[in-house]
């Protein structure tokens, strides 16, 4: 069963033990997180546990396929990231809140044209992202899509995908969205 339980506690702030601690009975957080994923099966009794102990209705933590849209933040290219000039919606969807996804529209580095690069909003600490490509927001509306290389206080140091390419130094960005999933049509 697809459910929104990971989204719907995410956005009470709770971590998978304080909801296996508030169920009645009280349970794992292995158990939940087996729920949460669907590596386990989902009971008309777990849904209305959780939900209890959500503090929500049950009926918030079934979704439907339809029910989630991904829209297109930025386009990547060789000649480097901008806004879409179009809403675009992601080739298929089940992301969370904080979720934002790039479409590449020429290959670079290790994408190749058609790919959607998903990515998971986070802000302020930016060690957790060393190493990972990311997209970081740029005055105007512009953007850069990058590997983190290093963080110096409030400046992060980016190397852009392309061959050739400098160092990119973004001082305080208000967010950043590390890449997580990549969709690649095959």
């Excluded at 506690?9 to 087996?34: F, H, W, Y």
């Excluded at 079934?62 to 060789?78: C, E, F, G, K, M």
């Excluded at 879409?84 to 670079?108: F, G, N």
Aim: charged share 25%; glycine share 6%; hydrophobic share 40%.
């Amino acid at each position: 069963m697809i459910n929104s339980i990971r989204a719907v506690r995410r956005s009470k702030n709770m971590t998978l033990e304080d909801v296996a601690l508030r169920c009645d009975p009280p349970t794992t957080a292995q158990t939940i997180g087996r729920l949460e994923t669907g590596t386990r099966s989902l009971s008309l009794a777990w849904m209305n546990r959780i939900a209890a102990a959500l503090g929500v209705d049950s009926a918030e933590l079934v979704r439907l396929p339809q029910d989630s849209a991904l829209t297109i933040t930025a386009l990547l290219s060789a000649e480097g990231t901008q806004a879409p000039t179009r809403v675009e919606q992601a080739i298929t969807a089940r992301p969370t809140e904080d979720m934002l996804a790039v479409r590449v529209t020429s290959s670079i580095g290790d994408y190749r044209t058609g790919d959607e690069i998903w990515c998971r909003r986070i802000e302020g600490d930016w060690t957790s992202a060393l190493n990972r490509d990311m997209l970081v927001p740029r005055p105007a509306g512009r953007f850069i899509f990058a590997r983190l290389i290093n963080v110096d206080g409030e400046k992060l140091h980016l190397l852009p995908l392309g061959t050739g390419q400098r160092q990119q130094v973004v001082t305080n960005p208000p967010w950043a969205a590390i890449a997580t999933r990549l969709i690649r049509s095959l």
